[in-house]
């Protein structure tokens, strides 16, 4: 079983309320914290060696490092609960029953980046954990942890939560902070970056729920202890949302370099596959990446075990790898159709598209509109290629990376599953993949 | 700017309206619009008419056009009227594979409307919605601020009857939340 740092103590009672949470150790860290230089706090998330958790898997300390020091300028902190990525569903989780961890976090990291004003952005869609975070910041104002001279560092913070209302573009970090200033969520051009010209104009920070939280167990234990769990660079505990055709879905934390075999088929976290069925693929990091067919998800092109790192997910480049990305792990059973999962998840970018740049806001539309064409039988061979050389026009050539998240699962899912989707053109369409296998009298690859 | 008289928050909402600006500096009062437009979808029947939004812009000391453009960018604000009880199922790939399908085709059949219809009697809308991060969950729909989570047809059965028996008005910002 994984350490936990950030799921801990999750069966005491009243660990959703201050009493609970701080009767376990919650605000030790603060404390300690408040007793350090800002610049010693930062130093211990570089030496951490903390990867951003929201998906991109930026170093932590580094971001930190690059907010710009103007004189008389406010600096922001802003903390990206917009959790959409489809398949990642462990901020939700965190959040509900957790959420003192990351309004410390948020405290400590507002301390360590001179911030003495901080927005949690939380999805619109999880209205009710916005009032649970609203109840614990109450709480955290009346034990003095915020507003005023707290604790008596001379430290000043107030914290907000603001909620968003429905589209997944705002958990890109300039579209957030454009939509925390009450207009669309239309990505800006970077540079310049946040850290120089964010909320307001001002240098600001945007971080994922799980990674402030992080910082929490960091201070507390160090950043060089925080190093030591985990393989290379990718360092500490991280969560995994899994989903699908699993006997255990849920949140896991684990210390990154758990075997993705393990993770998959050990009772301690998805439990093997449901129904007793064969594993056929995988979406490792939320439904962006690459999706990987089993042989490659277990082990990589090489032959070695596929470990859930950063680096081991990735190996092989897209030809064979993947990324770990949100951490959002969706598996599919050998009778899923992997062309209709892709419909899904087109249909999904097609729908979050912000409409700024035209690869994204017309590619996305034509994606869907070919996949359900050929999922309705009337696809022809060349609307294979078709797709192939829209992703590739879109991947890259848009302001954020939105195009690139629609771009990837066609790409994979045409490199890994191409009989599939011929399978479909062939037949004119078919009611489910199992009638794949039977028309071809196929085995699984 | 609004002239409609009969278009004006409750006090409770207006102070809780005045103080979420405040929680922005002076003068970025336009960034207090998403929460405010969500608090005004709970207090005029669960959508934003345009004499809605411009009040709000006339709240915010805004543009009403930049009240629009936000509107009509979020899925959460709904530009026309819908039933009493928004149902939104969740339909993207790991809610799929776990037979969100199913789900909303029972919806459909049970309430006699597709997807994005709403029934005569203005109790029920359904519409589907993109990944709300419940995919551990899935199949899952939501209603007001509720997660409706691991749906069987027999769940959906209760939820629905459940609501069709209180009749009362679902909304993401719940109308006992509109408080200070």
């Known amino acids: 079983m994984s350490r936990k740092l950030l799921l801990d103590n999750l069966d005491k009672p009243g660990i959703q309320s201050i009493t609970g949470y701080s009767d376990n150790g919650g605000y030790e860290a603060l404390r300690k914290a408040l007793q350090m230089k800002p610049e010693e706090i930062v130093s211990e998330v570089q030496k951490s060696g903390l990867r951003g958790r929201g998906g991109a898997g930026f170093p932590t300390g580094m971001k930190w490092s690059f907010i710009a020091k103007p004189e008389g300028v406010p600096r922001y902190l802003v903390c990206n609960a917009d959790e959409s990525e489809p398949g990642t569903f462990k901020d939700r989780y965190l959040m509900e029953h957790k959420p003192h961890i990351l309004i410390e976090g948020m405290i400590i990291s507002s301390f ?3 911030a003495n004003t901080s927005y949690i952005y939380i999805r619109g869609e999880m209205m009710y954990v916005f009032h649970i975070l609203q109840k614990a910041i109450d709480e955290a104002y009346a034990a003095g942890y915020l507003g005023k001279n707290i604790l008596g560092s001379g430290f000043n913070l107030d914290l907000h939560v603001h909620c968003g209302a429905g589209a997944y573009i705002c958990g890109e970090e300039t579209a957030l902070i454009e939509s925390l200033e009450g207009k669309r969520g239309n990505p800006r051009i970077k540079p310049p970056f946040p850290a120089v010209k964010g909320l307001w104009g001002c240098p600001t920070v945007v971080n994922n729920v799980e990674t402030i939280a992080a910082v929490v167990p960091i201070i507390k234990i160090t950043g060089e202890e925080y190093a030591k769990i985990g393989i290379g660079k990718s360092t500490g505990t991280k969560l995994i949302s899994a989903s699908g055709h699993i006997n255990k879905p849920g949140v896991y934390e684990i210390e990154l370099g758990v075997p993705v075999e ?3 088929y050990s009772d301690a976290y998805c439990g093997g596959i449901k129904n007793g069925k064969q594993l056929k693929a995988v979406v490792a990091g939320g439904s962006s990446v690459p999706v990987l067919p089993a042989h490659l998800i277990l082990k990589t092109a090489a032959g070695e075990p596929r470990l859930m790192t950063y680096e081991s997910l990735a190996d092989g480049g897209f030809a064979t790898g993947t990324m770990l990305g949100s951490g959002g792990f969706i598996v599919m059973d050998e009778d899923t159709s992997v062309v209709k999962n892709l419909w899904t998840f087109a249909h999904f970018y097609n729908h979050e598209s912000c409409g700024q740049c035209s690869p994204c806001r017309e590619g ?7 996949l359900n064409k050929i999922l ?4 022809e061979m060349k609307d294979i290629d078709l797709l192939w050389n829209i992703q590739g026009n879109i991947e890259g050539k848009t302001i954020c990376p939105l195009g690139d998240a629609a771009a990837w699962p066609v790409a994979s899912s045409i490199r890994h599953f191409r009989s599939e989707f011929e399978a479909y053109i062939n037949n004119h369409g078919m009611k489910d993949v199992k009638h794949y296998y039977r028309l071809n009298n196929l085995q699984e690859a | ?14 102070a809780l309206v005045q103080k979420i600006i405040n929680r922005y500096p002076e003068g970025k009062q336009k960034s207090a619009l998403l929460p405010i437009l969500h608090i005004a979808q709970a207090e005029f029947d669960g959508w934003l008419s345009p004499e809605v939004m411009d009040y709000v812009a006339s709240l915010l000391k805004i543009q009403s056009i930049e009240v629009y453009e936000v509107a009509t960018f979020y899925s959460m604000f709904n530009m026309k009227p819908v039933g009493k009880c928004l149902i939104e199922v969740c339909r993207t790939g790991p809610c799929w594979l776990m037979g969100a399908e199913d789900v909303v085709r029972y919806i459909e059949k049970k309430l006699g409307i597709k997807a994005g219809e709403t029934t005569a ?3 029920f809308t359904l519409k589907t919605v993109e990944c709300l991060a419940s995919c551990g969950t899935a199949p899952m729909m939501q209603i007001g601020e509720t997660y409706h989570e691991n749906l069987t047809l027999e769940k959906v059965d209760d939820i629905l009857n459940d609501h069709k028996n ?13 408080k200070p």
Do not use: C, P
């Open chain 1, 112 to 114: 360590a980046l001179g």
């Open chain 1, 262 to 264: 393990e993770f998959i």
């Open chain 1, 364 to 370: 996305t539309g034509w994606m869907y509109r070919i």
């Open chain 1, 376 to 379: 309705n039988g009337k696809g």
């Open chain 2, 1 to 14: 700017m609004s002239t409609n008289k009969n278009i004006q928050f409750s006090d409770d909402a207006m």
């Open chain 2, 121 to 123: 009697d203005g109790m």
């Open chain 2, 166 to 178: 209180q009749g009362n008005r679902r909304t993401h910002w719940e109308k006992d939340k509109v």
